[in-house]
């Protein structure tokens, strides 16, 4: 198959832009690298490697690109088709012990081959006809449970996320850039349960204390490892640099750029 073949396209749905993770999708990787993390564990996907990515999690990735290019194929697994493919084919969820966001799948014939498959029928806009998206996604979760059987666990979790230790969970994840709402569904609360817990825990509203937690881990960044503003400001959670700017001075009397400044004259 060559390169020039395959183009980043999506299947499916469309995904949140957010780093909170609200369908499953299988990701195919054709070209490049991608370096995933979840706030726990950091993940590598290189050319020609796939894995499932679980839904009502955090996460984000970097992508590198690869002789100038970077290619990849999305099929998102949104609730409803799963619900109707479980019915169709009268899946029984089995045992999965994996606790990973990004689960990376065996090598085999099968999914390099699905995928070779849809080039006829994609048009170089990056969609796939929509007569034949969901008719493509039976196919390929049928590969998926033939491959590895136990990912119906996953795919057919219908739940809610459990009640989690908050504290634990937001020193862990404070620099995703996730709205207040995702946060408390993923701690297992109801918005104004999240609210009032983290009141109590933090002695502050979620907001306040997220731009606080970021901005002190943004001077430890600049201040003791030398990095710059435009290398950290996404990673911490603003969505731009002169927002990260404007925030940082409203914090600490001065701008990234003065505080760079300073302890170039110090040294």
């Known amino acids: 198959m060559r390169a020039t073949e395959i183009k980043s396209c999506y299947i499916g749905p469309a995904i949140s832009p957010e780093q909170f993770i609200a369908e499953h999708f299988f990701l195919y990787l054709a070209k490049g690298t991608?370096?995933?993390?979840?706030?726990?564990?950091?993940?590598?996907?290189?050319?020609?490697e796939y894995c499932l990515v679980r839904k009502n999690r955090l996460g984000r990735y970097n992508k590198q690109k690869e002789n100038n290019e970077f290619?990849?194929?999305l099929l998102i697994f949104d609730e409803p088709f799963l619900k109707k493919f479980q019915r169709k084919f009268k899946i029984k969820p089995a045992n999965f012990n994996s606790a990973d966001t990004f689960i990376k799948l065996p090598a085999g014939r099968l999914i390099p081959a699905f995928i070779k498959s849809l080039m006829p029928y994609y048009n170089g806009g990056g969609k796939l006809d929509a007569?034949?998206?969901?008719?493509?996604?039976?196919?390929?979760?049928l590969i998926l449970l033939k491959i590895q059987p136990e990912l119906s666990s996953?795919?057919?979790?219908?739940?809610?996320?459990?009640?989690?230790?908050?504290?634990?969970?937001?020193n862990r994840n404070f620099r995703f850039?996730?709205?207040i709402e995702r946060l408390a569904y993923i701690t297992g609360r109801s918005l104004s349960s999240f609210k009032r817990d983290f009141k109590t825990i933090f002695n502050e509203t979620p907001n306040r204390w997220l731009v606080k937690k970021r901005l002190q881990e943004a001077w430890f960044?600049?201040?003791?490892?030398?990095q710059k503003s435009s290398d950290i400001y996404l990673d911490l959670g603003f969505e731009d640099l002169s927002h990260f700017s404007y925030a940082f001075k409203q914090r600490f009397g001065l701008t990234p750029t003065e505080l760079s400044l300073r302890k170039v004259k110090t040294i």
């Open 34 to 48: 991608i370096h995933g993390y979840d706030g726990n564990k950091y993940y590598t996907l290189t050319s020609g």
């Open 71 to 73: 290619e990849k194929i």
């Open 131 to 141: 007569s034949l998206a969901n008719r493509k996604r039976e196919e390929l979760l």
């Open 154 to 170: 996953v795919l057919f979790d219908f739940g809610i996320p459990d009640k989690i230790n908050l504290e634990e969970f937001m």
């Open 177 to 179: 850039n996730v709205k």
């Open 221 to 226: 960044l600049l201040d003791k490892k030398n």
